[in-house]
């Protein structure tokens, strides 16, 4: 208790009122603050933030252009797009994903491989996008879901345009396919700077002629301005840019002549490249299995994704531009050439074979028992004739074979225009040095250079590498840049830019020596190891068998039956024909097909009866269980 | 004639007879500026300018109800409101409805009511009918019995969570610690302890909490999470320049790139119609609310009746003060509503209440006197 109560209640309620004057003049200080960051926003910073507020009302809200049409030389349609309807869910403003999910399948069929789809779609996109959770819906679902619209926030139906491939697995590794647009396509498409043309975009080309045209094919995005909320509701459309549609492309191929080339494999793997020689156009390019690039479009179900990678048949791997085998046989009338044109033998100049060569205390074998006799140029190739090559070899030397070769493509990518093509190896001391890191492995030894002469060894070459050679040969020397499309149509001015022929070089070759060469390949369609694939044929061919081999066999004999399936020897042939004026040269692979005369000139006699004569074959090519053995 | 004259004249005596008319006619002026603002809001979806003004009806008519009560009866509505709010707060941590990760409302059947609400009013009775108690001998000890019975509920509410109501309930009181003669020293040294304890504080705050406290320093940093909110009215205030772009003319507004425009980002989309102009008119609206409710503080005869009253008038400034901080972008975003601009009847019963207690205080000073 104080002594003074009156006196001590005025000094109180003084004390009281400094603190309500204090108070005040904190609130004052405060507003003053809350005012001065008006000014700041409105008076100092307003230009800032009007043109901020402008660019809010205004969207350019793209729209995608329809992607150019890919058609085969003759105007048969290999991709176009089709207009259909999706339910897509924006993850993002979707609270429970699974209920909504389920609550739809009510509505729209769902299906367990609809869920999947969208779970790896999910997981591959950002979450403000919005995904499809069924593709091609019926009219009839449309309207259901329409009616029921509002209980669904964050899903909408959307008419979007879908790729097809109208063929389906024909040509699939030539066209290659589309997919939803990932993080390596965004760096693609920003390397290129086409961000600005690719928003509102979702697919982009992932593998062949639409990965390689994909900024021609993809056209240009239109623009509309709407103005918009910040929920992305349109309030009303201010102006429109209409798109530009991709331009279209026709291709070299002809799709009746891939897929009877395509059925001739059956169920073998192999890869065939057909070219005009005078041109460079690729008429077919098979590599099979194949597989349907539909499934690609919608975003692939993990089932089938599973299917296609872990099939021991690798349906994915395109093996005309990414396998890389010996040439085996094939390789022996490019030999011969070169012996030719280097002077180390005249066409009449003939060995006797005992049927093995001796080097440096190491016999190589020739594949006949007892040899072929006394072998010439011609007969070295018609019966090929193993012996003739390795002592050809031997006298060439590896640098020379490689020199010589080198030109042709042998060992370096041919320029096709589809990506990933493989370099394969034409093998030379070099080569050795930069593939090995070890000093003992990069040493070149003769004995090596003996296999290489008959195209074994080290040597590896693409399917479409040795088409190329093949071609390059056929036309005398004059090569061209291997391309699949002929011309392309601009789609605002129907102006079409034809691909021109690209000659990739002119290798100075004598006439009299092509004319040797190309006469024995058409003596071993008529006499020799192809003879009875091309009996009765009423064309010109010229032609060469070969196998490369998988299991290196030490000393003992090749024999086929004890050999595993896929153990057993790549079957080859290359041919062109007509002889005198080329009109297509060829290269066949049948992967553990055994002899190249057995299984891959009888393909190679379908393509060619077709491309020449329009011929239909009845059924795949059969194998030839009498083929005489090279 | 003459009768009914002196009867209209005795009624009209006895309607205005508590109120507060400088107050009155200032909220009126905010208010107004409030129904213009929910009506620019709302008028394009759903429009709420009807309700709202039934909402200031009401809060109108509870504010007259409060005001006839003189400051001694209030007083008695302390503990027990404070008491149920305590009871209330303890079921909601327990049995409380979580919306959108807190836990504020509670299930009562029919409806669901968020306990905290009453804490704002409840606190600040309380405690000034605690130091009016006491008022012949205070001592420290009283001022920590007064802390304790705060952070009771202000720790039950910011574990809910729900900081922008627990700053309100804490602001609140604390207000009237502060007002019943703390001593600076211990002002100080809290002030200096709080510094000291901020960085260990912050391990305390929830993900979400740091995350609207970091954005503030850089909006852009998130800008379609929790920067959205601020970048968004930091556009609108801004572009509305000066002189505003006009009444319904608001373009954040009117194409919806304002979040929450009618309850606790009204302000944004006031300031974008009416600009730097309607800003100021606003703040001096405010601080007159203010300034008048200081007066009525310092004329209050009571102990009980000055601190609550310094603590209402106060916590009129503190919404106000956090609620334009945030949508200006200089504070972080708490769900705190503009008084008597936003939307929302709760808040408006709320505010209407502490006013009504202003006028109770300020009409019943000379029957106290005598």
Known sequence: MRHAPLNSRDRELDRFRFRIAFAGGAVLLAFALLFGRFIYLQVVQHDYFRTRAEDNRISLVPIPPNRGVIVDRNGVVLARNYSAFTLEITPSRVADLEETIDRLAELVEIQPKDRKRFRKLREESKTFESLPIRTRLSDEEVARFAANRYRFPGVEVKARLFRQYPLGATASHALGYIGRINDRDLETIARSEQDANYKGTDHFGKSGLEQRYEFQLHG???????????????????????????????????????????????????????????????????SVPTYDPNLFVDGIRSDDWEALNNSPDKPMVNRALNGAYPPGSTFKPFMALAALELGKRTPQQAIADPGYFNFGG????????????????????????????????????IDHIARFMAPFGFGSRTGIDIDGESEGVLPSPEWKKRRFKRVEQQKWFAGETISVGIGQGYNAYTPIQLAQAMATLANDGVMFRPHLVRHITDSKTGEKTLIEPEPLRTIPLKPQHLETIKRAMVGVNKEGTGARAFAGAPYEVGGKTGTAQVYSLRGGTYNRDKVKKDLRDHALFIAFAPVDKPRIAL???????????????????????????????????????????? | MMDIRHLLRRAWARLVGHLDAP???????????????????????????????????????????????????????????YALGIVLLVLTFLFGITVNGSKRWLSIGITRIQPSELLKIAVPLTLAWYFHKHEAALRLR????????????????????????????????????????????????????????????????????????????????????????????????????????????????????????????????????????????????????????????????????????????????TYAFVNMGMVSGILPVVGVPLPFMSYGGTALVTLCLGTGILMSIQTHRMLVKK
């Open chain 1, 220 to 286: 240009e995005t239109g623009y509309e301005q709407i103005e918009v909320d910040a929920g992305g509701h349109a309030v009303r459309s201010l102006s429109r840019t209409p798109p530009v549609p991709g331009n279209n492309l026709t291709l070299t191929l002809d799709s009746k002549l891939q897929a009877i080339t395509e059925k001739a494999f059956g169920d073998r793997r192999g890869a065939l490249v057909a070219i005009d020689p005078t041109t460079g156009g690729i008429l077919a390019l098979v």
């Open chain 1, 362 to 397: 190491h016999t190589f074998m020739d594949d006949k028992k007892g040899g072929h006799g006394m072998v010439d140029m011609y007969k070295s190739i018609v019966q090929s004739c193993n012996t003739y090559y390795f002592a050809l070899a031997n006298d060439l030397g």
């Open chain 1, 587 to 630: 290269a066949v692979l049948v992967e553990n097909g055994g002899f190249g005369a057995q299984s891959a000139a009888p393909i190679a006699r379908m393509v060619l009866d077709y491309y020449l004569l329009g011929k239909l074959p009845p059924g795949p090519a059969g194998e030839d269980e009498a083929a005489e053995d090279e």
């Open chain 2, 23 to 81: 107050l009155l006619a200032i909220m009126f002026g905010i208010m107004l500026l409030g129904l213009a603002t929910v009506y620019s809001a709302t008028a394009d979806t759903s429009n709420r300018t009807l309700a709202q003004a039934m909402n200031m009806g009401i809060g109108l008519c509870v504010m007259w109800g409060v005001a006839q009560l003189p400051p001694q009866k209030l007083m008695r509505f302390g503990v027990p409101l």
């Open chain 2, 142 to 317: 009283h001022y920590a019995v007064a802390a304790i019975l705060l952070l009771i509920p202000f720790l039950l509410i910011a574990k809910q969570p729900d900081l922008g109501t627990a700053l309100l309930v804490g602001g609140a009181g604390f207000y009237v610690i502060f007002f019943a003669g703390l001593p600076w020293k211990v002002i100080i040294g809290l002030g200096l302890i709080g510094a000291a304890a901020a960085p260990f504080a912050w391990t305390l705050l929830h993900d979400y909490q740091r995350r609207r406290i970091l954005t503030l320093l850089d909006p852009s940093s998130d800008p379609l999470g929790a920067g959205y909110h601020i970048i968004q009215s930091t556009i609108a205030i801004g572009s509305g320049g000066p002189l505003g772009k006009g009444w319904l003319a608001g373009t954040q507004t009117h194409l919806e790139f304002i979040p929450e425009r009618h309850t606790d980002f009204i302000f944004a989309v006031f300031s974008e119609e009416w600009g730097l102009l309607g800003n100021g008119v606003l703040l001096l609206l405010y601080a007159a609310l203010i300034g008048r409710g200081l007066m009525i503080a310092a004329n209050a005869s009571t102990l009980f009746a000055r601190t609550l009253a310094g603590s209402i008038t106060l916590s009129l400034f």
